[in-house]
């Protein structure tokens, strides 16, 4: 599932979106293909988070840039046992939350670790990689929010 904000003016160029929520579900293997091939500019925005349930547990990575363009950003991640009703609430309040409204509902939804100010990975595959690894087998689902 995808949820973007569809452009107003039929047969005009897509504005970037201003908003967007992608959730996935199935294997490690099949959800590495989707959040992959998800387009480069949702890794460019100022905040982006990553959110992984499977049997092994869940987990939340949250990067913001402090300015649009930014190299670097800073980094929070949570784990966990369940995401709870944390995607559904990111999804309520698109597409007209602000970047203060979806940072404030994802960093409430438990105690974060700040992993500090990092470089900002360039593709999807590097934004998603590594949190990906921690949740094997079938049954995992993702879901991605940008602003």
């Known amino acids: 599932m995808t949820v973007v904000p569809s452009s107003s003016t039929a ?3 897509a504005r970037p979106a201003t ?3 992608h959730a996935f579900s199935g294997s490690d293997n099949a959800l590495a293909r989707h959040l ?3 387009p480069r500019d949702l ?3 100022t905040l982006w988070a990553l959110l992984l349930q499977s049997h092994d547990g869940a987990g939340v990575l949250v ?3 402090a300015a649009p363009g930014d190299s670097v950003a800073r980094v929070h991640s949570w784990t966990g046992e369940d995401l ?3 995607p559904a609430r990111l999804l309520d309040l698109l597409p007209t939350a602000s970047q203060q409204e979806l940072r404030a509902a994802l960093l409430h939804h438990g105690d974060y670790v700040d992993l500090g100010t990092v470089l ?3 593709t999807p595959r590097g934004a ?3 949190p990906l690894k921690l949740h094997t087998g079938a049954g995992v689902r993702a879901y991605v929010v940008a602003r």
């Open 11 to 13: 047969g005009a160029p």
């Open 120 to 122: 900002c990975p360039p």
């Open 43 to 45: 890794v460019e925005r």
């Open 36 to 38: 992959f091939a998800l």
């Open 19 to 21: 908003a967007e929520f």
């Open 84 to 86: 709870g009703s944390l």
């Open 128 to 130: 998603f990689g590594h």
């Open 63 to 65: 990067q913001e840039r």
